[in-house]
């Protein structure tokens, strides 16, 4: 077992490939779908869809925390090469800004839940869409780590074992 956590595969990780992904994608689709739940609660007033939202909510704050967590351990294992390490740097950064703002958002719509579990001010509403787009930047920062850089992808992990990346 020891030589499996020991040993790196061809995308230079431990494990077959990388989780960062997919609990990333996870929290993601909870906040976005969330959001939209809310917007329909509040322009139709079906308060059932407001539980919905909160639910999704509540979810994406435990979430955020994993894929944070195997997002810096999948970082510190992908040995960025100089043209990377900004994105790769504003992306941790975002990363770790998102999992607080998660994390108050959600307790401050409990406060509102717990207040009136059937209606939502505007000013929460402004704070998901606040929310939705920051992900969305986020989601922006990790597509050009993995689509314009090749993070933990075969042909850049190659290319820094043979030293041609720097």
Excluded at 66 to 95: C, R, S, W
Aim: charged letters at 10%.
């Amino acid at each position: 077992m020891l030589e499996y956590l020991t040993s790196f595969n061809d995308h230079n990780l431990p494990y077959p490939d990388t989780i960062h992904p997919i609990a990333v994608h996870f929290v993601i689709a909870m906040v976005v779908f969330a959001f939209a739940c809310d917007v329909v609660a509040y322009f139709t007033g079906k308060a059932r869809l407001f539980e919905v939202g909160w639910w999704n909510m509540c979810i994406a704050t435990i979430a955020i925390f994993v894929a944070v967590i195997f997002g810096q351990f999948e970082a510190g294992l992908a040995k960025p090469y100089d043209a990377v390490k900004a994105v790769l740097n504003m992306h941790t950064l975002l990363g770790w800004s998102l999992s607080g703002i998660i994390a108050a958002i959600t307790a401050w719509r409990y406060v509102l839940r717990t207040r009136n579990p059937d209606k939502l001010p505007i000013h929460y509403m402004v704070a998901g869409l606040f929310l939705t787009l920051i992900v969305g930047l986020q989601v922006y920062l990790g597509d050009q780590l993995v689509w314009v850089y090749g993070l933990h992808t075969v042909p850049v992990v190659e290319a820094l074992k043979n030293g041609i990346l720097q």
